[in-house]
């Protein structure tokens, strides 16, 4: 009997293996991308389905973007989110795990004629942090030619610019436009019609991690969730917003 039982018994008593953690930076409230402190939104649960793939445990931070980036190069962080290789930072940089088509915003009332990203230095911006160097060199050009531009540490502050016309343009993902119009409606307008210029090609989000042993296994967890479906389920569950 006791020989039946003591394999079990080694088992109980082993100590558990426990994942190492896996310190990674989230931008602040951005849903349905990040929804801060709760542990859910599609990007950040597509990275944390990932991590996870890779045999880490997620230990998520959330900073603004301009923060998150010197804690990445101080070593306080492993990876940060929302990143890519235009970033200005040396880190390295996963497959990308998201992308996000980001637009120019403008109330229709002001009848603005944008077509390219350098029209926009004609005008006051708004936009996220890091947007200068996430979006690509003409748009940081535009950007450093632009001494009526400005990011945002909370993003729902474009909403709040935009509708009481205190910017021209505001520029971000549609997504997250709308679902802080919710938040500012009793503060501004926001039945305005805004018109949308398509200026910019989809945006692609990497994690970019301080070792490449990080990177690489979790490109291999990325590939696993896509293969297994996880990936696309993660999708599914925000596509009302």
């Not at 540490?153 to 509708?163: D, P």
């Not at 805004?194 to 910019?200: G, I, R, S």
């Not at 301080?210 to 690489?216: D, G, P, V, Y």
Request: charged share 25%.
């Amino acid at each position: 009997m006791l020989l039946r039982v003591w394999p079990w018994l080694w088992i109980l008593l082993a100590p558990a293996v426990v994942a190492e953690p896996l310190r990674i930076g989230f931008g602040t409230h951005k849903p349905p991308y990040v929804f801060e402190g709760e542990d859910r939104g599609i990007e950040y649960e597509i990275v944390t389905a990932a991590v996870q793939a890779a045999g880490y445990e997620m230990d998520a931070r959330y900073a603004p973007m301009e923060r998150l980036h010197l804690a990445l190069e101080r070593g306080d962080l492993d990876g940060i989110a929302t990143t890519n290789a235009y970033s200005g930072i040396q880190a390295h940089y996963s497959e990308p795990y998201i992308y996000c088509q980001n637009v120019a915003f403008a109330l229709t009332s002001r009848g603005y004629h944008i077509e390219r990203i350098a029209d926009l230095r004609r005008y006051s911006i708004s936009t996220f942090q890091r947007a200068r160097h996430l979006l690509g060199p003409e748009f940081q050009a535009m950007a450093e030619a632009n001494p009526h531009y400005r990011e945002e540490a909370q993003q729902i502050n474009r909403n709040r610019l935009l509708y009481s016309g205190r910017i021209d343009v505001a520029v971000g993902d549609p997504r997250i436009l709308r679902y802080f119009n919710r938040e500012v409606a009793r503060q501004v307008d926001t039945t305005q019609p805004v018109t949308q210029y398509l200026l910019f090609p989809p945006s692609a989000y990497s994690v970019g991690f301080r070792l490449r042993e990080q990177r690489e296994r979790f490109d291999r967890g990325l590939a696993a969730i896509r293969a297994s479906g996880e990936y696309l389920r993660i999708e599914q569950r925000y596509a009302d917003y």
